[in-house]
Structures are given as structure tokens and as C-alpha cells.
């Protein structure tokens, strides 16, 4: 059989953006008061203007994190867990509602598409009282899978 056989593809800007919009499951890491990370996975999308989002709450360890230090990670995940993913490196901003409500819209769109009662939701945010960090990209690494090195291959 066959051995499958790492691969690492460097990727523009606008071709991450292409990978990443059908891929929500994401591991988004932070930095803790004493410098270790924090992992958390969350559900993210890629906004209209290509930045990263993800809705939270502000008690969230990943929110307080966020806004202590800007500086996050985040790696995109298949959801085929042996799929291609990759990793992103950023800076977060922290909105805090009423000022995360049109965000949390976007982040709906992005991620699902259009809602069926947008007032519903915002109400449903408002209530919740929701966050939303928003990642600038500040570099990637390439497209990777995983699987045993080049110099293996059969």
C-alpha cells in the first residue's frame, strides 16, 4: 500500500481566503497572564473584507486573552480531521455589543448565510450579550496534510 505522503503548499493571500471560507472548525490560540497558550475551538469564518471572525462571550478565557494581548493563532482544521489545514497568525480586536451586533451579522453570513429573522438574531445576540473578535491576518504558513515525509515515499 501506498504511503501517504506529507505536503506543505504555499499560498497567496487570496488563495487562503478560498481555503479557508468553507473550513468553521477552528483551534484559536491565545496567550494566558503567565505566557503559556490557551486553546480553544471555536466556529470561525472569514468576513467580507477578509479578516477572520469569531463570536464569543466576554467572560470567555480567549476574550480576556484577546484584548490583554492582540497577538492570536489560529489553526483551520478540515473537517476530515487528516485533511489539509493551516495555520494563521494575527491580531485580534475585541467588540463588545451594542458595537459587535453588525459584526455578529457578518460572522452569521459567513458562516451559514442568511438567517431567516435577522431581527430574531440580533435579539438573540443582544440578549446573550455576545462578543466578536475579528482577526486581522498578519501571515500564514503554507496549506499543509499530514502523513510521513517526502523522503519515505515508496
Given at each position: 500500500?501506498?504511503?501517504?505522503?506529507?505536503?506543505?503548499?504555499?499560498?497567496?493571500?487570496?488563495?487562503?481566503?478560498?481555503?479557508?471560507?468553507?473550513?468553521?472548525?477552528?483551534?484559536?490560540?491565545?496567550?494566558?497572564?503567565?505566557?503559556?497558550?490557551?486553546?480553544?475551538?471555536?466556529?470561525?469564518?472569514?468576513?467580507?473584507?477578509?479578516?477572520?471572525?469569531?463570536?464569543?462571550?466576554?467572560?470567555?478565557?480567549?476574550?480576556?486573552?484577546?484584548?490583554?494581548?492582540?497577538?492570536?493563532?489560529?489553526?483551520?482544521?478540515?473537517?476530515?480531521?487528516?485533511?489539509p489545514w493551516?495555520?494563521?497568525?494575527?491580531?485580534?480586536?475585541?467588540?463588545?455589543?451594542?458595537?459587535?451586533?453588525d459584526g455578529?451579522?457578518?460572522?452569521?453570513?459567513?458562516?451559514?448565510?442568511?438567517?431567516?429573522?435577522?431581527?430574531e438574531y440580533?435579539?438573540?445576540?443582544?440578549?446573550?450579550?455576545?462578543?466578536?473578535?475579528?482577526?486581522?491576518?498578519?501571515?500564514?504558513?503554507?496549506?499543509?496534510?499530514?502523513?510521513?515525509?517526502?523522503?519515505?515515499?515508496?
Amino acid at each position: 500500500m501506498a504511503r501517504s505522503i506529507a505536503t506543505e503548499t504555499a499560498v497567496g493571500r487570496t488563495e487562503l481566503l478560498d481555503f479557508i471560507r468553507p473550513r468553521n472548525h477552528w483551534v484559536l490560540g491565545t496567550t494566558r497572564r503567565d505566557g503559556r497558550v490557551q486553546l480553544s475551538p471555536v466556529t470561525g469564518g472569514v468576513a467580507p473584507g477578509g479578516s477572520l471572525v469569531v463570536a464569543t462571550y466576554p467572560e470567555r478565557d480567549k476574550t480576556h486573552n484577546a484584548r490583554r494581548n492582540p497577538d492570536v493563532t489560529v489553526c483551520v482544521l478540515s473537517d476530515d480531521f487528516g485533511g489539509p489545514w493551516v495555520q494563521v497568525d494575527g491580531s485580534a480586536l475585541v467588540s463588545d455589543m451594542p458595537e459587535a451586533e453588525d459584526g455578529l451579522v457578518e460572522y452569521f453570513r459567513c458562516i451559514a448565510g442568511e438567517h431567516p429573522d435577522w431581527v430574531e438574531y440580533r435579539e438573540a445576540m443582544r440578549t446573550q450579550d455576545k462578543s466578536l473578535i475579528t482577526i486581522t491576518i498578519d501571515r500564514w504558513g503554507p496549506i499543509a496534510t499530514g502523513g510521513f515525509p517526502p523522503r519515505l515515499a515508496d
